[in-house]
């Protein structure tokens, strides 16, 4: 339940630096991102907030992830979201124009999340916006999908890789030994404790390969040719027999 002062959607004054640094307080916390049809999510506790220059570092054993302060300069709380009649209130990440970024979801409710924002008072009350549902697209995913093609050749492979995500504002990364794709609901599905990754089936058109060292990084593009953000990386052959699809350049 919301405390009494509490808004359901509001603006808060302070700079974005000083109310990430509760961050710890709220306990599991998931950031949200989507960016060309990918929502990358962390989810945990985030153990540690640094702030270097106009970068807020968030890091713990289940987030590693690079805010840019110079992009993100507001944060909005809304406290409108339910799911099984429990709230799971969000910091969204904004930029000066009020587009969200990324949110920051509150996984133990609305207590820790109230507890740990409450020296910031109430903060300038908005309306309440209708919220966009990330998946329901088409029931299968097409046997010949570009994504579920190159996540089922790394899970033969057996090596691990990087996962990123790279938006205007967004760094976030995951690493590990891929876990099994489930297709379901239109979306190609990777899921661990710690990490959630949903590719939309048809949002990848193709890998633009690029070598660094012993390194690999492909870079998602979509069918205009323009990359998404998506970013996988790690050793060569972890990449071996991965379709580049319609790649350009």
Request: hydrophobic letters at 45%; charged letters at 25%; glycine letters at 10%.
């Amino acid at each position: 339940m919301m405390t009494e002062t509490a808004l359901p959607r509001a603006l808060l004054k302070q700079r974005p630096a000083e109310i990430l640094a509760k961050l710890p307080s709220m306990g599991r916390v998931m950031l949200s991102a989507r960016s060309g049809g990918a929502t990358h999510e962390r989810m945990g506790v985030v153990e540690n907030v640094v702030v270097d220059g106009d970068i807020a570092l968030l890091s713990g054993e289940m987030h590693d992830s690079a805010l840019d302060l110079t992009v993100v300069t507001r944060l909005v709380t809304d406290r409108t979201s339910t799911m099984r009649d429990r709230v799971l209130p969000r910091l969204e990440c904004q930029n000066a124009e009020g587009e969200v970024l990324f949110s920051l979801i509150g996984l133990d409710g609305i207590e820790p999340f109230d507890q740990a924002l409450a020296s910031f008072g109430p903060g300038e009350a908005l309306e309440p916006v209708a919220r966009e549902s990330g998946m329901g697209g088409a029931q299968d995913v097409p046997e010949d999908d570009l994504g579920a093609a190159t996540f089922a050749a790394i899970l033969r492979n057996g090596l691990p890789i990087a996962i990123e995500l790279r938006r205007p504002g967004l760094h976030q990364l995951w690493s590990g030994a891929l876990p099994e794709p489930k297709p379901a609901m239109g979306f190609v599905n990777l899921m661990q404790p710690d990490f959630h990754l949903h590719l939309r089936a048809g949002a990848l058109a193709g890998w633009r390969r690029r070598n660094e060292d012993d390194q690999v990084e492909l870079h998602a593009e979509d069918a205009d040719g323009q990359p998404t953000g998506l970013v996988l990386r790690g050793a060569a052959a972890a990449f071996a027999q991965v379709p580049l699809g319609n790649a350009r350049g």
